[in-house]
Every structure is written in C-alpha cells, then in structure tokens.
C-alpha cells in the first residue's frame, strides 16, 4: 500500500459571514492549498468535497462541489460530493487518502465547507437535528445535541469524581489557544470564572463551553510524494466507524483501536490532538476513550493539555473557539496538525511534535441512550 502525504493546506478564517458564499470560500481555500503544495491542479485525480448541510440552509441539495469548484482550477476533476455529519470534512480526507492507495491517481484534494448563518437563526438548528432521527420530532429552537452532552458531562463528573468547575478549566484552555490562532472565530482569551459565569446553555454547559454556529472551509492536498520542499507529513492511519444502536461511546474507542491498527503507532507516541470538542466535557471524556489518558481531568487540571504540557489538546481553539461549520471542522483539525508537524503555527507551535491524532464525530443514531453516528480517527506523522 502506497504512503500518502499532505502537502498543502488553506483555510478561511471561520466566523459568522452572511455575505460569504460557499463558492467563495471555497474558491479561497483551493488557491490557498493548492500554492502551498506546488502540485500542478491538473494532477488532481480525485476531489473530495466535505459539506454537510447545504440543502437546507442555501437549497443546494446536490452538486455543491461541482459548483463550488467550477471556476477553480480543479474544476472539471472528478469531485465527489462527501456528506456525513460533523465528520464530513474528515470522512473527505480518508476517501482522498484511499484514491492515492488504490492507485488511481498520485495527487487528491479533499475539501470541507459550511455555510451555516442565515437570517433564520432557526434553520442551522433544523440542519442540525437532520443528524439525527428526525421522525423522533426534536425542538429546532435549540440544538439538539447540548442535552445530550449536558448528560454526558453530569454522568462522568459522578462516574470520576472530578471537581464541578472541571469544564470551566477545560473552555479556558481552549480559548486560550484560539487566542493564538488568527483563523479563530474567537480569539478573546477567558478564565475560567467567566467561562463558568457565562450565560447557561444546558446545564452544566454554559455558553463558553460550546462550539459557536459558524462559517468556514479548509482544504488539503494529498500526494503519493513527498513534498519538494520542507518536513513531509505522512498520513498514517484514517479508520471510519460508524454507530451501533446503544453502542454510546464505545464508537470512538473502536475508531480509534481500528487506526492504531493500520500503522506502527501506540497511542503514547502521540505528541499533539485535535478532538471534537462541540461542547467541553468532550474533551477528558474523548481522551480516555481514545486511549491517551487514563484520569484525563486530572491532566486537564494539571495543565498536560495545555500548548506546553504533555500532551497539548485543541491547539488551535477547537471547535469551541476556532468555531464549528460542520463540514468543514475536520480537515481544519488536520490543517491545524499539518501545519503543528511541519513547525509552522507560530505562537501555538507545538514543540518536538512528530506524532499527531485527529478525532472527528458526527450525528446520532440514537439519542436515547446517545449514541454517535460516525467517528473518524486519523493519525499523522512527520518524516
């Protein structure tokens, strides 16, 4: 099986853009990717274009990559138009991995974009609860989700006992790092009082712990080379796994067994992650799940997931501070582990990273118990 590396990335600073269209940040993150790689856009042989919920905030139900991609130079290429869930960006980049595998081509792009904001505040909380069952008849005044991560976040404060203010630590962190980031949709950094002061969304979850409505995109060049010029990243391992009915959190454990598994990585090789923190209980929950940390609040209050510590989480503001356009979040995760492997983001540098590990969630397949949709886990490596 042939290595793959990623050689270029774009991304448009994510934040709440009305007059921004998918084509045109699409457009922004291709040029952007597209430069930075050096590959010839007419070696492209396979595009995956991550969006998620287009049909129901633009009406676009189907070609948005065509259309997005037309007056770029990939237009034309073979594009495939990538849906499933938060995790349609990630789910991009393995499905353009596999092309360059297989053989079918040397050079792959993937792409993620969302368009989220509209004047209908409502309607991205109807485009949310799609990923779910909707013949269960959500309220799509809110979202649906934060209920289920608010009994998440009780059920393992009781399961460890970990200290009440443990998210606030978490989200302060986590705009910290966004502060750092100059593609953060926030960058104000907070502590952890006002975080925990910060209006109530579900409790626990105050509005400073969970991700933002968002619009944005990323892109990443794949090629069966190395690049011509500077540390080359290889991707190592992308497992997709989807949701069993009352499997709960047992998906992402199993994603990520399943990528370990595909290369010679352990998860203590690990230096960097970038995990989907739609709301901040993910985090310590999504570390022991993965395998990384056995007592992850404790490292958490400790300051080992701080850029700095151990093992920093979330570098580049997570979904929490670098903001949440679904289909784009995963190949922002992986541009933001690129850029950590290659020593090039800046004031969030990572130092001596080698190892990096992407996880991306989506959907539910069941809410009651809550059980995701898909998960994705990807590791990368600096060679």
């Known amino acids: 099986m042939r290595d793959v590396y990623i050689t270029g990335t774009g991304v448009a600073p994510f934040g709440k853009y009305f007059d921004r269209s998918v084509q045109d940040m699409t457009e922004a993150v291709v040029a952007e990717a597209l430069t930075d790689s050096g590959a010839d856009p007419a070696d492209a042989g396979f595009v995956a274009f991550g969006n998620a919920v287009a049909s129901m905030i633009t009406g676009q139900a189907m070609i948005q990559g065509q259309l997005a991609l037309a007056r770029t130079p990939l237009g034309g290429a073979p594009i495939v138009n990538v849906e499933n869930a938060c995790s349609s960006g990630a789910t991009a980049v393995s499905l353009a991995a596999m092309a360059i595998r297989a053989g079918t081509t040397d050079v792959a792009v993937a792409i993620g974009v969302e368009k989220m904001n ?12 799609s990923a779910t069952d909707v013949s269960a008849g959500n309220d799509a005044e809110k979202s649906v989700f ?7 976040a009780k059920a393992y404060l009781a ?10 630590h978490v989200a302060a962190k986590t705009h910290y790092h966004g502060s750092l980031n100059p593609n953060a949709q926030y960058r104000t950094p907070h502590t952890a009082e006002a975080v925990a002061h910060s209006r109530m969304i579900e409790d626990p979850l105050t509005l400073l712990m969970c991700s933002p409505i968002s619009d944005g995109a990323a892109a990443l060049v794949l090629s069966a080379q190395t690049p011509a010029h500077g540390p080359a990243v290889r991707l190592a391992a992308s497992a997709i796994r989807s949701g069993r009915p009352n499997e709960r959190d047992g998906l992402v454990a ?18 960097v992650v970038e995990l989907h923190d739609a709301a901040a209980p993910a985090e310590p929950i999504t570390l022991e799940l993965l395998g990384l940390l056995a007592c992850a609040w404790r490292a958490e209050l400790n300051g080992d997931t701080r850029i700095g510590g151990r093992l920093p989480v979330n570098p580049g503001g997570g979904l929490i501070a670098r903001g949440h356009p679904i289909g784009a979040t995963g190949t ?5 582990l690129t850029d950590q492997l290659r020593g090039r983001a800046g004031d969030r540098q990572v130092h001596g990273a080698r190892v990096a590990l992407a996880q991306s969630a989506g959907g539910a397949v069941e809410t009651s118990p809550y059980t995701p949709a898909v998960n994705v886990v990807t590791l990368l490596e600096a060679r």
Request: with cysteine; proline share 8%; net charge negative.
């Open 159 to 168: 399961r460890t006992g970990a200290p009440a203010d443990l998210y606030a």
């Open 118 to 129: 509209s004047p209908d505040t409502a309607r991205a909380f109807r485009a949310l609860e």
């Open 332 to 336: 922002a995760q992986l541009a933001e």
């Open 146 to 152: 934060m209920p289920l991560y608010a009994d998440e």
């Open 254 to 271: 199993r994603a990520a067994a399943a990528a370990f598994a595909e290369c010679d990585l352990e998860p203590s090789d690990v230096d």
